[in-house]
């Protein structure tokens, strides 16, 4: 029999185009978790989300999550993964049921549910998430709670995200030959969510906008969940890149240059400023580049104009249009740019800010940033189990099994071919 003095262990993994970073917690006596290692080493094999070389990324993947089990003194057997790549796609399926007129019982709603799992299904794709949203009484909308009402038809609103199959095959493939499980895969964007924006501001309505190295995921939540989900297929490490073409410097000087004088906003000092790096090629020693920051802002602010006229343009496609409020939360890597929320609150017209992952115990400073919002998000959405997810939420009371198998198990049976 196992230990029951024996932790919990959680360990959660995101597989970024830049990073691979990993965490291990345990839960405390409240069921927060508290963090007892990370690791993170230089992503390779993944570009624009994707894994494209499947041996370079599991080693990434085994290097970080080795590094976490060390600092932890903790050997974890399966983690929680995050995916973020393009060919995410969200909708809403809404499913009504006749009652009759009486009053909604416990069993009415779980027969709606029930339906609902089979309303969920998309073809070619492997859905993530299925999330009820607020139901419907006859024609009364936003109901939270119908039980204990009296309606001729019952509906409800089910918030589906789903991924392209074969992405997401070659993601789990991946981590199990790191000898890893997998207990589930998880958008991005929802992680993120959970970690960086407040339950009121998830519920009031605001536009998360994820700044990857090389995936912008845009996605609206209202009503406590998410609604609308967008990806751009641009990142910080495009402006890396413009500067390092720019400059003819390399990437690794370029990402310096980006950090420590990139700012989205201009200033009039900048022509007196110059920055200075090493040419491609050139040897120790050599007599190096002098660019002016004032040279340095036109090329990263090219980059960036073009990343928030996509933003805005994602933003204005779901419907994120109001002229008044609808804050929008920046995360992710590009959001360490010095004032990008001020150039993108002036661009947007809305109040910006950025966001950064709720403090967990434990936490390093070093991975407290917007960086990591995935990564906490995935530690703390374990902590909570299936997250209300519709499938797990219509399964037969009578046959219970254990803490939050059925969205795992379904997924794991989808990505392997079966049904």
């Not at 519709?390 to 997924?411: C, E, H, N, V, Y």
Request: proline share 5%; aromatic share 2%; with cysteine.
């Amino acid at each position: 029999m196992a230990n029951r003095e024996e932790p919990i262990l959680i360990g959660a993994l995101d597989i970024g185009s830049s990073k691979v970073s990993a965490i291990v917690c345990t839960l405390d006596e409240e069921g927060r978790p508290r963090v007892l290692g990370t690791g993170q080493r230089q992503s390779r094999g993944v570009k624009r989300g994707f894994v494209t070389d499947m041996e370079a990324t599991e080693v990434a993947v085994r290097e970080a999550v080795e590094q976490a089990e060390r600092m932890s003194s903790q050997n974890i057997e399966d983690v929680w993964a995050s995916y973020g790549a393009g060919g995410l796609s969200s909708d809403l399926a809404t499913v009504e049921v006749e009652i009759g007129g009486h009053q909604v019982e416990p069993t009415d709603v779980e027969e709606l549910l029930q339906s609902g799992r089979e309303a969920v299904d998309r073809d070619g794709q492997v859905v993530l998430h299925a999330n009820p949203a607020l139901y419907t009484i006859d024609d009364v909308q936003g109901v939270r709670s119908p039980v204990g009402m009296h309606a001729s038809r019952l509906g409800v609103d089910i918030h589906v995200i789903a991924a392209d199959e074969a992405p997401l095959r070659n993601v789990d493939l991946t981590i199990r030959q790191a000898h890893l499980g997998v207990r589930a895969i998880v958008a991005s964007p929802v992680a993120a969510a959970l970690a960086c924006l407040s339950p009121e501001e998830r519920d009031l309505g605001v536009a998360l906008v994820e700044l990857g190295a090389e995936v912008t995921n845009v996605s609206l939540h209202a009503g406590g969940m998410l609604v609308g989900l967008r990806s751009i297929p641009i990142g910080a490490k495009d402006i890396t890149d413009d500067i390092a073409a720019a400059f003819g410097v390399r990437r690794r000087d370029a990402e310096r240059i980006k950090c420590f004088h990139g700012s989205a906003m201009t200033s009039p000092r900048d022509n007196h400023e110059v920055v200075e790096a090493l040419p491609i090629g050139a040897e120790d020693g050599s007599e190096p580049l002098r660019i002016s920051r004032a040279q340095l802002m036109t090329v990263i602010r090219q980059r960036v104009e073009r990343t928030t006229a996509e933003v805005e343009a994602a933003l204005k496609d779901m419907g994120f249009v109001k002229p008044v409020g609808g804050q929008v939360v920046l995360t992710g890597g590009g959001a360490e740019l010095k004032n990008i929320a001020d150039y993108m609150q002036g661009v947007l017209g809305r109040a910006v800010r950025v966001g950064r992952p709720r403090a967990i115990t434990g936490l390093p400073d070093a991975h407290s940033g917007p960086a990591f919002s995935s990564l906490v998000g995935l530690a703390l959405l374990a902590s909570q189990g299936s997250g209300g997810d519709i499938r797990d939420l219509a399964l037969p009371r009578s046959k219970p099994g254990p803490q939050a198998t059925g969205m795992f198990s379904r997924l794991m049976t989808a990505i392997k071919g079966g049904r």
